[in-house]
């Protein structure tokens, strides 16, 4: 492990389901990532939170619903997905986002989420 | 916005060639340049990253380039081995920004 943790694995769910997406990371960053990885879009970006405020949704639908109640935990809370949101998530997070720094990425190994 | 361009999509060495895989950025202010791995059903992994005050970092067998006044960087692997098989994405960012990724490079490396 990487010092970021998501669970579940694999997820299937229907299209009228709830469940939620967690990711914890041990590193001390303050920044958290959801990116969504299908073959059409190999990392497209979801969410970007900062400090536990949310500082970026890239258009995204609104059955996807994140949550950050700390700077450890990034949560992804979904509800009447549709088959086409089937795809790879991937949580990511990163040390700093202050104006004279950056830093690359640490990725969770991702929930592999299917919607029958 | 950045935005990054990356190509090729697919590449495909023999085992012992290198391999060369090169990225565009658009936005003249990015500072950040990282490259991932990404094995099949493995997690992107940071494998080497370079800064805009330096024009080339070495780590083994994998090199990163970045030519600032053209906008473009490149990763280079000598030596090419079959675990070097992969996705590889590239990214750049500038300050707080966040990372833009390329779409990614499948490598398939040929015994």
């Known amino acids: 492990e990487t010092g970021v943790t998501q669970t579940p694995r694999h997820l299937v769910m229907g299209m009228t389901n709830k469940k939620s997406l967690k990711c914890e990371q041990h590193l001390g960053h303050n920044a958290m990532y959801w990116y969504k990885q299908s073959a059409k879009k190999p990392l497209e970006l979801m969410f970007v939170y900062s400090l536990e405020e949310r500082v970026e949704n890239n258009s995204v639908p609104s059955r996807f619903s994140p949550e950050c109640p700390n700077s450890s935990h990034l949560f992804l809370h979904l509800h009447t997905l549709q088959p086409e949101d089937s795809a790879l998530y991937l949580c990511?997070?990163?040390?700093?986002?202050?104006?004279?720094?950056?830093?690359?990425?640490?990725f969770g190994s991702g929930t592999r989420l299917t919607v029958v | 916005g950045e935005n990054v361009e990356q190509h090729p999509s697919t590449l495909s060495v023999q085992e012992g060639d290198s391999a060369v895989i090169k990225c565009t950025y658009s936005?003249?202010?990015?500072?950040?340049f990282p490259w991932y791995k990404q094995e099949l059903g493995k997690r992107p992994q940071l494998i080497i990253d370079i800064r805009s005050n330096v024009g080339e970092k070495k780590d083994q067998r994998i090199a990163v380039t970045l030519n600032k006044t053209a906008k473009h960087f490149s990763l280079h692997i000598t030596e090419t081995q079959p675990e070097d098989s992969a996705v590889y994405f590239c990214a750049a960012s500038r300050g707080a920004q966040k990372l833009v990724f390329g779409q990614g490079t499948r490598l398939t490396i040929n015994p």
């Open positions: 936005d003249s202010a990015s500072n950040y």
């Open positions: 990511a997070s990163s040390p700093s986002r202050s104006p004279t720094s950056n830093y690359g990425y640490t």
